[in-house]
């Protein structure tokens, strides 16, 4: 990706993302996302620009890791605890979470607090644990790691990517039209449960200039502005990408075939012992001369072909490859 076209993109007056200029914590926050993003495979320019637009929502924009409570027109980005947990006290008190049942914010027995913190707000003791186990890196011992702009982006790269958050996950959706679904089937459950931002994570107000019309042709299809009320906010992300040189066709290729051979690795054993039990029953269909003389030849071909199955059940799930969280889990336990 060129990323001085992907920059200067988010740049032009009617991006209808961050206007014509980018502070510099918004470059660094976007690459940020762009470099954890080559690292952990999320590629095609549809997942890239919606991991860009969550992290754009959950900040307010500011696209660099954040803590809970804070807003845009907030200075200190980066406030002491206590402050954070006495915003969060009077904001439960006076209703205004109606969603919580019960503060996670307040201090455990160690004096550490669990609110929100990253590029994607993860809150408790036991998310934390699981984002810093694929990371490896200890967010137990230091929540606040997730706010170094490197180890924040992966954790909102990664989240997203393998379901960490809510167990839905980028390759669940079909982008962009998944950006029009209903509640339940919206990609903000990747992140949240029903809390009414769907409209404001998927919608960006756009204007009425023939350029972004034509801009908003990143599924394949064209559609006019005044058609459509807003243009999803991912979309303007993926319009940088791909103005930034993406070949989405051939990247989506690229990807289609890295899941086949991937296919391949995992289901190697079953592949392979079936291919065995075929080998054994194909010379007794073309009257090749039989390979066992202990077993009666009627049923030496079936006797062999059950071993093989037999194996296969007793695996009866897919190898694990390196990339996967069990093997990142099993990594960080090593050291």
Known sequence: MDRAKFFASLRRGGSGVFGSSLSQAQVKGCEAILDACDRYGVITAHHVAHVMAEVYHETGGYMLPIKETVMPSHKDKNPPDDLVIRRLDQAYASGKLPWVSRPYWRKD??????????????????????????????????????????????????????????????????FPAALDAGPEQHPRRMVNGRDGTDKKGSGYPCRTRARQARSCVSCGRREAIRSRPHCPQAIRFELACRTAGENHRSVERDQEMNRIIEAVIRFRTWLANLFFVVLIIAPDLLNSPEILAIIPTEYQRYVL??????????????????????ASVSRSKRK
């Open 109 to 174: 027995k160690d004096g550490k607090a669990w609110f929100g913190r990253g590029p994607i707000q993860t809150t408790h003791r036991i998310n934390m644990a699981k984002i810093g186990q694929v990371l490896g890196v200890d967010l137990l011992k230091d929540p606040d790691r997730i706010l170094e702009p490197e180890v924040g982006a992966a954790s909102a790269v990664v989240g997203l990517r393998d379901g960490l958050y809510t167990g839905r996950k980028l390759s669940d959706y079909a």
């Open 305 to 326: 072909a059950a071993a093989f199955l037999l194996n296969i059940w007793m695996r009866p799930r897919p190898a694990v490859l390196p990339n996967d969280l069990e």
